[in-house]
């Protein structure tokens, strides 16, 4: 009997142990505690209940004007932001917060290369902060639900010895949100 309850206590204090370093790996593996995601793309989005509507009114089509580059917007669509909360690592779970990511997704006719920048404007001033951008979308985080987003398309400078130090603002994306 005596056997049986410290074979119980070794098992338990070594399945204690295990958990401990495994936790131990797992928060030392987390490279950014509970930041902010963005859904691959529309259809998770909406499976894991985060889409919150589409834009529809807006440009579908741009011509760069200094390069020989077509744009097409295939969709936009606004998610509520959410997060892997890792607070308990082994156990982590997919939680929304309180912002939300807009989508731009896109096709270019010359993938080799990026030529343009989308870069939103907020409160009459261009939003730095939303700067970023992918192969195939633009992806933006606000503190608040924009219903309506205007976006500026910036191409980089033609001439090599400028390049993106002073990119070109040639056009402005308008969007609506859909009703």
């Not at 195939?136 to 987003?149: A, C, I, N």
């Amino acid at each position: 009997m005596k056997k049986i309850f410290l074979g119980i206590i070794i098992a338990l204090v070594l399945g204690f142990i295990t958990y401990k370093i495994a936790d131990i790996l797992c928060q030392i593996e987390v490279k950014c505690k509970n930041c902010p995601q963005t859904s691959l793309n529309k259809e998770n989005s909406k499976r894991n209940g985060f889409l919150v509507s589409d834009y529809k009114d807006f440009k579908r089509t741009f011509e760069l004007k200094h390069h020989s580059e077509k744009i097409s917007i295939t969709d936009i669509w606004i998610e509520k932001q959410w997060f892997y909360n890792s607070d308990f690592c082994l156990c982590t779970n997919v939680q929304p917060n309180e912002n939300f990511n807009v989508i731009v997704e896109f096709k270019k006719s010359n993938s080799d290369t990026f030529l343009f920048g989308l870069t939103p404007i907020v409160n009459n001033r261009l939003d730095e902060s939303n700067a970023g951008i992918e192969d195939t979308r633009k992806t933006m985080q606000f503190d608040y639900f924009p219903t309506e987003l205007n976006l500026i398309l910036s191409e980089k400078n033609p001439n090599e010895n400028i390049g993106w130090k002073k990119e070109i603002v040639t056009d402005t994306l308008k969007i609506k949100l859909t009703e």
